[in-house]
């Protein structure tokens, strides 16, 4: 059972930054493709990042490509999303996900955080 923590949401401008961190409570988390999702308001979860198991390979959605950057830190069994260029769009509860495989939809990961609300102000 892998349990999963957010942190670093909150409000900000426009065009500024934050980081999410996502800490585990697993000794295999080294074992699991990770991911990041999000939630507005009425709309369905959709994909954000996902990273395999070793930070080989990264994929991301193309409504954040080249603004955020997933990684990974397997001694410390934490994720990280860093991003940048934030706009009101981007405005949503994100959340961490676990698998042992990769994948791009929120079906296909069966371990997630609570959630952490990113609010971007225009």
């Known amino acids: 059972q892998v349990q999963l923590v957010e942190s670093g949401g909150g409000l900000v401008q426009a065009g500024g930054s934050l980081r999410l961190s996502c800490a585990a409570s697993?000794?295999?988390?080294?074992?699991?493709?990770l991911g990041w999702f999000r939630q507005a308001p009425g709309k369905e979860r959709e994909f954000v990042a996902a990273?395999?198991?070793?930070?080989?390979?990264?994929y991301y959605a193309d409504s954040v490509k080249g603004r955020f950057t997933i990684s990974r830190d397997n001694a410390k069994d934490t994720l990280y999303l860093q991003m940048n260029s934030l706009k009101p769009e981007d405005t949503a509860v994100y959340y961490c996900?676990?698998?042992?495989?990769?994948?791009?939809?929120?079906?296909?990961?069966?371990?997630w955080g609570q959630g952490t609300q990113v609010t971007v102000s225009s």
């Open positions: 996900a676990a698998d042992i495989l990769i994948g791009v939809r929120p079906n296909e990961y069966h371990y």
């Open positions: 697993e000794r295999t988390f080294s074992s699991y493709a």
């Open positions: 990273i395999t198991w070793n930070g080989g390979r990264t």
